[in-house]
C-alpha cells in the first residue's frame, strides 16, 4: 500500500463519506448489538442452571451494548487513523507513516488492562463492551485476514459479510448447548481474542462443501502472515450471486443467500456469540463471581 495511494483514500472516503450510509464504513453496528443481546441472553439462561455464572441485569447488558455499538459506529475521522484489523503473526500493533495504527491490538490490551485494575463497575461494563466489540470483530474474516476493506473506486467501504444478516432464532439454537464452555473462560482476554480469530482463520482456509476451493476464494490470505491479504477470485461478492474459477478448467457458482452463505455466516456469529459470553465470564470473575458488576 503506497503513500499516494494510501492519503488518496484517505482523502475520498471523507469526501463521499456523507454520501453513504453510516454502515458503508466499517463494520455493521446492528450486528455487533444482535450478537451482543443473543450472548446476554443465552449467558443468562446458563447461570439459571450453573450457580457459578452471576446474572447479567438489563443494566449491565445495556452498558455493554451501548458501548459497544458507540465504538463499532465511530465517526469517520476515528475510522481514518485507527483500523479495526487483527494482526495474525504475532497480535502486535502496525502503524502506517506514524500517524495511522492499522491494527487494534494496543487498543484491546489497554482496555483489558483498565478491566484487570479499575474498580468502577459502570466503567468496567463500558469497557467490557468495547471488548466484545474486538473479540467480535474478529469473528468477521476481512478483519482477521485481514484485508483492506476499502474499494473507494467502487463506492465500497466496507466487506459485504459484515452486513449479512443474523439469524437470531438459528444462532440461538446453535449456542443452547454452551454453557458447559463458558465457565471455565481462558485465563485473559487477549486468548479470547486469539481463540476466535483462529477459528475464524481455519473457517476461511476450509472447503467449501462440495466445490474445489476453499472460502480463501472470497478472503485470500497474504504468504506472510503480518500483512493485508486481498480479495479472492469471488471478491467481495459474500452473499451474492458469484461465478468465479476454481479447480483445474472448472467453475463455481454460489446464489444469492446461497444455503453455503448462511451456514458459514451462522458459525462465525456462533462464534462471535461464544466468545462474547467468554468475556462476560472473565469480567465477573475478575470483579469476584458473587458481586454483581453493578
Known amino acids: 500500500m503506497n503513500k499516494l495511494y494510501l492519503w488518496t483514500t484517505l482523502a475520498v472516503a471523507f469526501l463521499i463519506s456523507s454520501g453513504l450510509p453510516h454502515t458503508a464504513l466499517a463494520y455493521d453496528a446492528q450486528l455487533h448489538q444482535q450478537l451482543t443481546f443473543i450472548a446476554a441472553r443465552q449467558y443468562n439462561r446458563c447461570a439459571q442452571f450453573h450457580p457459578e455464572l452471576t446474572r447479567l441485569s438489563a443494566l449491565d447488558t445495556r452498558y455493554i451494548v451501548k458501548a459497544n455499538v458507540a465504538q463499532a459506529d465511530a465517526n469517520v475521522f476515528v475510522r481514518m487513523f485507527r483500523w479495526n484489523y487483527y494482526n495474525r503473526k504475532d497480535q502486535s500493533n502496525r502503524g502506517t507513516f506514524g500517524i495511522i495504527e492499522t491494527r487494534f491490538h494496543e487498543r484491546f490490551n489497554e ?99 462440495d466445490f474445489p476451493t476453499t472460502w480463501e476464494a472470497y478472503w485470500k490470505l497474504a504468504e506472510e502472515a503480518d500483512d493485508f491479504g486481498e480479495y479472492g477470485r469471488a471478491g467481495n461478492q459474500f452473499g451474492n450471486r458469484t461465478e468465479f474459477r476454481c479447480g483445474d478448467r472448472q467453475r463455481c457458482l454460489l446464489l444469492q443467500n446461497d444455503p453455503l452463505y448462511r451456514e458459514f455466516a451462522e458459525q462465525r456469529h456462533v462464534t462471535a456469540v461464544l466468545a462474547s459470553m467468554l468475556a462476560f465470564r472473565l469480567a465477573q470473575l475478575q470483579a469476584g463471581q458473587n458481586v454483581s458488576m453493578q
Open 111 to 209: 482496555l483489558a488492562e483498565k478491566l484487570t485494575q479499575a474498580r468502577d463497575p459502570h466503567r468496567n461494563l463500558r469497557n467490557l463492551g468495547r471488548i466484545v466489540n474486538y473479540v467480535q470483530d474478529v469473528t468477521s474474516p476481512a478483519h482477521v485476514v485481514p484485508v483492506y476493506t476499502g474499494r473507494w473506486w467502487r463506492f465500497s467501504l466496507s466487506d459485504r459479510f459484515d452486513r449479512f444478516p443474523v439469524d437470531t432464532a438459528r444462532v440461538e439454537q446453535l449456542v443452547a448447548d454452551s454453557c458447559a464452555r463458558v465457565i471455565s473462560p481462558p485465563a485473559d482476554y487477549a486468548t479470547v481474542l486469539k481463540e476466535a480469530a483462529s477459528n475464524t482463520l481455519s473457517a476461511v482456509q476450509s472447503p467449501i462443501y
